[in-house]
């Protein structure tokens, strides 16, 4: 069974950063890719950033020049670099891994950014 567990979330002041990391209980070249979502309060999951396992790197346009994903392929772990955040950034940030038709989530981090 995949594990992806998340870490680094938390409360942050307007224009600070944060970084989140995933990490997976297996390769994460054996995915299709990986990546980041999240879901504010009373809205829909959606797309942050997807990582294929080769490719371009897919950002939302809201997040472009602000958020930067990597990842380290020893320690089987994706990290999502958040900086000039905004009070809009605030939701649940969840890792998302494909593999054929089969989508493996995380459960969640929270971030809110708040002065």
């Known amino acids: 069974q995949v594990q992806l567990v998340e870490s680094g979330g938390g409360l942050v002041q307007p224009g600070g950063s944060l970084r989140l990391s995933c990490a997976a209980s297996?390769?994460?070249?054996?995915?299709?890719?990986m990546g980041w979502y999240r879901q504010a309060p009373g809205k829909e999951r959606e797309l942050v950033v997807e990582i294929p396992r080769w490719g371009t790197r897919i950002y939302a346009d809201s997040v472009k020049g602000r958020f930067t994903v990597s990842r380290d392929n020893a320690k089987n772990t994706v990290y999502l670099q958040m900086n000039s955040l905004k009070p809009e950034d605030t939701a649940v940030y969840y890792c998302?891994?494909?593999?054929?038709?089969?989508?493996?989530w995380g459960k969640g981090t929270l971030v809110t950014v708040s002065p």
């Open positions: 998302n891994a494909k593999r054929s038709a089969v989508n493996y």
């Open positions: 297996e390769s994460i070249f054996s995915f299709n890719a």
